[in-house]
């Protein structure tokens, strides 16, 4: 991976590992955007949670 990505993707199904990297890149400034993808019922709703009550900047569209 680069040293910094302006977005990347998450994807809903993804594993707990890749949802605990994707955190620890966004908190070392390596990524500029996160976008989960996935709808209602496709993402678990902790995650979701845990981000939109953690991120300032999170938001559901």
Not at 36 to 58: F, H, K
Request: aromatic content about 4%; some cysteine; charged content about 20%.
């Amino acid at each position: 991976m680069p040293p910094r990505v302006d977005v990347l993707l998450l994807f809903g199904g993804s594993l707990p590992d890749a949802w605990d990297a994707a955190a620890s890149l966004v908190e070392q400034g390596r990524v500029g955007t996160l976008v989960l993808v996935g709808g209602e019922g496709r993402t678990p709703p902790t995650p979701c949670t845990s981000w939109s009550a953690n991120v300032p900047r999170a938001r559901r569209t």
